[in-house]
């Protein structure tokens, strides 16, 4: 089965663009969750996603959105960014049940960095 | 606000030893907590996985336990292996789930 994937893997834009990232969960996996890793600030939560509704959402600004697909596939967005914005874009997938949800099989992630 | 604090200072262990890992958490209490583990430029593995009501899950040769009086998950590595050298977070799930900043940890040939 095909793991989890991100595209792009890399990603160099100006402060004030933005930015679409997308992710392709494990076939079957309905449940999508978006994190945001950085040295300072560890993996940070940003939002999940399940059967095209936003499950849950993080501490984040609203410039940080993002939407699930019919299909399962999700993409996540960010507008006017910031240099802090800086950051390793991770996306992970899981099946729905009591302790499935809870596990996370993640991408690569994108590496996004912002000049 | 909600806290898990994991050791930042990286671990040396000598192959062979069991590697120990504490996670502590503060203003939380999870129905579960899941170990990864993430290899620089890569994305998080998932581990294990253990619930409020169990007290220790093994699965080869790694060991979790989940105090929830304690607020604390203690994970080993036994007979600790070179290839076992990585960084290991701890998360913590309900609604969100809330990751520790990871211990590196480096197993000495």
């Known amino acids: 089965k095909a793991g989890v994937t991100q595209t792009p893997r890399y990603l160099i834009k100006t402060r004030g663009q933005q930015v679409t990232l997308s992710c392709s969960p494990i076939?079957?996996?309905?449940?999508v969750s978006w994190y945001q890793q950085t040295p300072g600030q560890g993996l940070q939560f940003l939002f999940e996603y399940f059967s095209e509704t936003q499950r849950n959402k993080g501490n984040f600004p609203g410039r940080f959105s993002g939407r699930q697909f019919s299909n399962s596939r999700s993409e996540m967005n960010v507008s006017t960014l910031e240099l802090g914005d800086s950051a390793l874009y991770l996306c992970a997938s899981s099946l729905e049940g009591t302790d499935s949800r809870y596990e996370q099989y993640f991408g690569p992630g994108t590496r996004l960095t912002v000049t | 606000s909600q806290k898990i604090e994991q050791n930042s200072e990286a671990l040396n262990i000598q192959e062979g030893k069991t590697a120990t890992l504490t996670c502590n958490y503060t203003?939380?209490?999870?129905?579960?907590l899941q170990w990864y583990r993430q290899d620089p430029g890569r994305g998080p593995v998932f581990l294990l996985l253990i619930r409020e009501n169990e007290k220790e899950k093994r699965k080869e040769r790694l060991k979790v336990t989940f105090d929830t009086t304690l607020k604390q998950s203690l994970f080993h590595i036994t007979a600790s292996q070179p290839a076992d050298s990585a960084t290991y977070l701890c998360a913590l799930g309900d609604d969100k789930i809330i990751f520790g900043k990871g211990t590196r940890l480096h197993i000495l040939p």
């Open positions: 203003n939380y209490s999870p129905a579960y």
């Open positions: 076939s079957g996996h309905r449940s």
